[in-house]
């Protein structure tokens, strides 16, 4: 009895280890698109995955099929989980919502229902610092700073969350950088723009500046994200010092040392005067960034009142968040 032809792809597979799809095509005397009508199956069944972006992709048989997992958990909280979990596994695959959560305690060996319940549980306890979808900073730069130079401080939510790590704009923060991925930019985009704009149309903003990068990288996230956002109000110049070597805050683990890097690298190029204005950055950690950059816009006249707002922030005091 002949094999099907997905049986044939299979067997090919694991005799060659790997396999693309013209190889797949010259091997069963095929099209390509009906190869890639055999494959999509296959990857719907989760009998292959596959690895890389077009023109580059490259099929593996997938021995480790997740099994069925036996759980009992309301709907209600599915729908939460759905909704605020993402994971990015080591090899670079998204696994988001309950299907996500699954996958993250099978790996970490953890019982689905009772790790639901904690979760939930966790989310509840952020939850009282949510308001209209920003979590107020200002305490945080209060019991850091001496002396605030911001008036208000947002940010869309915390960084990670403890136990259950990066939340699910942290993940999008984290990779969209490091990965330098123009999609995931544009998804992070998409989740903050509204906010930005209701918060641009309650305080009257008229202006706002983008804490410049210290790495230098081939795609930057805040100039993207700057372009991106397509704001209706006007961008302040902010220039980020060239000096011998480039020391990116991340890497100071001192509250000084931030403060320090902050105050001799980042310059404020601009004469314009605006009465409020929002200076935004990725993530917040230590504060020291938005901080004295502020300092900077008032001593130069620029604005009256400054907004300081971040994609992500740590929950309290003096933290960092080296990854990003």
């Known amino acids: 009895m002949e094999l099907k032809t997905s049986d044939k792809i299979l067997h090919y597979i694991e005799q060659k280890g790997q396999t693309a799809t013209n190889e797949l095509a010259d091997y069963l005397g095929i099209t390509t698109r009906a190869v890639r009508k055999q494959l999509?199956?296959?990857?719907?069944?989760?009998?292959?995955?596959?690895?890389?972006?077009?023109?580059?992709?490259?099929?593996?048989?997938?021995?480790s099929i997740e099994k069925p997992t036996e759980y009992k958990i309301s709907r209600a909280l599915e729908k939460i989980i759905e909704d605020n979990f993402l994971v990015i596994t080591p090899s670079g695959e998204r696994k988001q919502g309950f299907k996500g959560f699954v996958y993250w305690c099978n790996k970490q060996k953890l019982p689905l229902k009772k790790t639901a319940l904690e979760y939930n549980k966790t989310l509840k306890k952020y939850e009282p610092y949510k308001k209209d979808g920003l979590i107020n900073g200002m305490y945080k730069m209060k019991t850091t700073f001496n002396q605030v130079y911001v008036?208000?401080?947002?940010?869309?939510?915390?960084?990670?969350?403890?136990?259950?790590?990066?939340?699910?704009?942290?993940?999008?923060?984290?990779?969209?950088?490091?990965?330098?991925?123009k999609t995931l930019i544009k998804e992070l985009v998409q989740k903050i723009k509204p906010r930005i704009e209701l918060l641009i149309h309650k305080f009257n903003v008229e202006a706002i500046g983008f804490i410049p990068p210290t790495v230098k990288r081939e795609v930057q996230l805040m100039r993207e994200v700057e372009r991106q956002f397509n704001l209706s109000i006007p961008s302040i110049s902010l220039i980020k010092v060239k000096t011998e070597i480039a020391v990116p805050q991340k890497t100071l683990n001192k509250l000084e040392d931030r403060i320090e890097n902050a105050k001799k690298t980042i310059?404020?190029?601009?004469?314009?005067?605006?009465?409020?204005?929002?200076?935004?950055?990725?993530?917040?950690?230590?504060?020291?960034?938005?901080?004295?950059?502020?300092?900077?816009?008032?001593?130069?006249?620029?604005?009256?009142?400054?907004?300081?707002?971040?994609?992500?922030?740590s929950f309290s005091g003096f933290e960092i968040i080296n990854e990003v």
Do not use: C, H, M
Request: without cysteine; aromatic residues 14%; hydrophobic residues 40%.
């Open 267 to 313: 310059l404020v190029d601009d004469n314009r005067k605006f009465k409020t204005i929002i200076l935004f950055d990725d993530a917040l950690g230590s504060g020291a960034t938005i901080n004295e950059t502020a300092k900077k816009i008032k001593d130069r006249g620029l604005a009256d009142e400054v907004i300081g707002l971040a994609i992500t922030g």
């Open 151 to 181: 008036d208000k401080l947002f940010y869309f939510d915390f960084y990670s969350i403890e136990r259950f790590g990066k939340t699910k704009l942290g993940q999008l923060l984290l990779y969209a950088k490091q990965s330098q991925n």
């Open 40 to 63: 999509n199956g296959l990857l719907a069944e989760k009998r292959v995955y596959k690895i890389g972006r077009p023109p580059k992709v490259f099929y593996f048989l997938n021995y």
